[in-house]
């Protein structure tokens, strides 16, 4: 099983400000297959990055992800009011997947 | 428009069984993988299940290997969970997921969720 670590647990930012949110993988990450999801209080997660950099249909370009095989960033360029939520990231590259604990962006 | 919606939900006993049902609509249902995944009370998503588009891929978490079934109809557009030998540990929030592709591909739409309760 590969195992997902996320850091910071919790990051305290002001609107305005720039966010680096980082995964670390157990192994290597077959084909980069490594997503990012954000989900906010009561809501369904939604898809932000997908095969660690693609931005997924409708996501505006202040998310940006980068990173290859055990090493994956999500970076938000300028936190907007509607950023302050929790990302997850989530392997799909093993036939068992995994998801990282997660990383809270709260405001500061 | 894609829409996803669990249902099947309720509170259990330990030691009981629940089928989850989630009913896919929006999209051409047999093109594309599903998956189950769950969050419980205060805590991280857990990837539970996972099942492409004609069932010839199937996996299933350790937490859950053994005692949970996946499986999906196409001629209705559904997916389904059956949950045996449940614990207090599979008390969560359950989502349906829709793969992006027929195979093992992230999921890009959730439903909202069904709350399973394991308790005595």
């Known amino acids: 099983e590969i195992v997902l670590t996320q850091s910071p647990g919790t990051l305290s930012l002001s609107p305005g400000e720039r966010a680096t949110l980082s995964c670390r993988a157990s192994?290597?990450?077959?084909?980069?297959?490594l997503a990012w999801y954000q989900q906010k209080p009561g809501q369904a997660p939604r898809l932000l990055i997908y095969g660690a950099s693609s931005r997924a249909s409708g996501i505006p370009d202040r998310f940006s992800g980068s990173g290859s095989g055990t090493d994956f960033t999500l970076t938000i360029s300028r936190l907007e009011p509607e950023d302050f939520a929790v990302y997850y990231c989530l392997q799909y590259g093993s036939s068992l997947w995994t998801f990282g604990q997660g990383t809270k962006v709260e405001i500061k | 428009e894609v829409q996803l919606v669990e249902s099947g939900g309720g509170l259990v006993q330990p030691g009981g069984s629940l089928r989850l049902s989630c009913a896919a609509s929006?999209?051409?249902?047999?093109?594309?993988?599903m998956h189950w995944v769950r969050q419980a009370p205060g805590k991280g998503l857990e990837w539970v299940s996972g099942?492409?588009?004609?069932?010839?891929?199937?996996g299933y978490a350790d937490s859950v290997k053994g005692r949970f079934i996946i499986s999906r109809d196409n001629a209705k557009n559904s997916l389904y969970l059956q949950m045996n030998s449940l614990t207090s540990e599979d008390t969560a929030l359950y989502y349906c997921?829709?793969?992006?592709?027929?195979?093992?591909?992230?999921?890009?739409?959730w439903g909202q969720g069904a709350l399973v309760t394991v308790s005595s």
């Open positions: 192994q290597s990450v077959s084909s980069n297959y």
């Open positions: 929006g999209f051409t249902f047999d093109d594309y993988g």
């Open positions: 099942i492409n588009w004609n069932s010839g891929r199937i």
């Open positions: 997921g829709k793969g992006a592709d027929g195979g093992w591909g992230r999921v890009d739409y």
